[in-house]
């Protein structure tokens, strides 16, 4: 029998002291976040959390672990959303809203947004995937009713949504007069492909 013909032992649940020890610091890094940015101290983080600063490493191995931990709520709101607007009447207002919750779902604290295109772009977080699945569909669909150009690709919108997010995380109307530029200029690009 090789390694892969062996039975798979099947996952253990984590231990309660395990699971208390991650809703700590998940809850500890959101409040810390909040308050000092992504860059504040992780032994502040693992202090406010009761714990060592091992504690936090072995849970979260990278700053940018704790960050997508952190990602996770805003990801699964955003992929819930990305279906819910696969129900719009207009495809492209559907996908610029989408757009906008994205900007808006990734900036709640200084830094985040930064986090969030790293795990965009990295296919190793779930809940990032859920993200690009549903919002590409929602992309897909913009473009099949041709209010998107044909050859625009949702990786570079979310890139373009990612870096609008980075550089107006403490300006929200600065936001969205940079996302309806875009959209302006998505849509010129569609007049011209015609």
Do not use: C
Not at 35 to 44: C, V
């Amino acid at each position: 029998m090789t390694s892969d013909d062996s039975p798979k032992a099947p996952a253990r649940a984590l231990r309660a002291d395990v699971r208390r020890n991650r809703a700590r610091l998940i809850g500890a890094a959101r409040e810390t976040f909040g308050r000092d940015g992504a860059d504040a101290s992780l032994e502040g983080v693992a202090r406010l959390a009761g714990v060592g600063i091992g504690t936090l490493y072995r849970h979260f191995p990278t700053r940018q672990d704790l960050l997508e931990a952190l990602l996770a709520d805003a990801y699964g709101e955003l992929a819930a959303k990305a279906r819910e607007l696969m129900l719009s009447p207009s495809p492209g207002d559907g996908l610029l809203e989408w757009l906008r919750a994205f900007v808006s779902g990734v900036t709640a604290f200084r830094g985040m947004a930064a986090a969030a295109v790293v795990s965009l772009r990295d296919d190793r977080p779930e809940a990032a995937r859920a993200v690009r699945e549903a919002g590409g569909a929602l992309f897909a669909r913009a473009q099949e009713a041709g209010d998107v150009p044909r050859d625009a690709v949702f990786i570079d919108a979310l890139r373009l949504a990612g870096a609008i997010a980075m550089v107006t995380e403490d300006d929200p109307e600065a936001a969205e007069r940079l996302l309806s530029l875009a959209a302006t200029g998505l849509a010129r690009g569609k007049a011209a492909a015609r």
